[in-house]
């Protein structure tokens, strides 16, 4: 196992800058959203710890890329930022593709993510992939079929019995899909791939800084240690793109995870395409994340 560390000073660097401009700019955050993202460069820090690589095949090794610090996200001329006109997020369960999203999208949509429960493959050549995106449209899909506790396994239900050649433009064999059980589990990955990627329509590349949502995985088991809180850095440059209070989104965040959660406590659930989507969350696996975002507001709120 190899531990990736950053000096103090590059990472200090990395999240505040030398330019004069955005030194300023960090300056005017409030005094608590400077002393968490100060977490970033303290070596005893116990919110952020540096980036661990178990196998050749983790993400950094096999894909090598140039690390994005803050300066280099703000300068960026391909950013995309939301305005007035373009600000909603359209999260829409399809089993259609990419074409299809760019012509249901919205007037006012700053991107649409499509999710489906439906194992993905772009081309003959390919065996599968997580998901696909046009950043440049605004648009992608995501598959969490393979999040599945069931899906590498020899009683998973949603194999193809015999090979079915259709046009690309039949959807019919979606038709009564196998859908897993939606498990405490396969809602974290999911929503670890869904942030994820749309933290990159935002304009956040590839972190490898510290532990954070925004690393990049090359199998299951890296993207499960893929905690799905930002690092300050990546924190930084999420709320330069669209704005927020830290406290109020840490806040809204624990009430998203204890809604209805005293209700769903070791429940599994299996989805039904007759229901109305108004099912009980299953949290459970979350709780780990519950308890960093409360030490988090400590801090802030010091």
Known sequence: MQTIRHSEQTLKTALISKNPVLVSQYEKLDAGEQRLMNEAFQPTSGLFGP????????????????????????????????????????????????????????????????????????????????????LTDGVGIFSFARYGSDFYSLRYEGKLKKLQ?????????????????????????????????????????????????????????????????????????????????????YKALVRWIDDESADTSGVTLKHSRKDNGNLPKPVEAFKEWKEWIMKCLAVLQK
Request: with cysteine; proline share 5%; hydrophobic share 35%.
């Open 165 to 249: 050649k259709t046009s690309s433009s039949d959807y019919s064999i979606f038709d009564n899909y196998y859908i897993p059980e939606i498990t405490s589990v396969l809602l974290l990955r999911s929503c670890k791939t869904l942030t994820h990627e749309i933290g990159h329509i935002f304009g956040l590349r590839h972190c490898q800084w510290l532990t954070c949502l925004m690393q990049g995985s090359n199998h299951l088991e890296e993207a499960d240690r893929r905690p799905l809180n930002l690092c300050p850095i990546c924190l930084r440059k999420l709320q330069c793109a669209i704005g927020f209070s830290i406290v109020e989104r």
């Open 51 to 134: 980036i661990t690589l178990h196998s050749r095949s983790d993400w950094i090794t096999s894909h090598p890329e140039a690390p994005q610090d803050f300066e280099q996200f703000f300068s960026d001329p391909y950013r995309k930022t939301p305005s007035s006109e373009k600000r909603s997020i359209y999260i829409q369960s399809i089993g259609h593709i990419l074409k299809f999203l760019k012509k249901k999208k919205p007037e006012d949509a700053f991107c649409v993510v499509g999710i489906t429960m439906i194992d993905l493959y772009p081309r003959d050549s390919w065996n599968f992939v997580f998901g696909q995106a046009s």
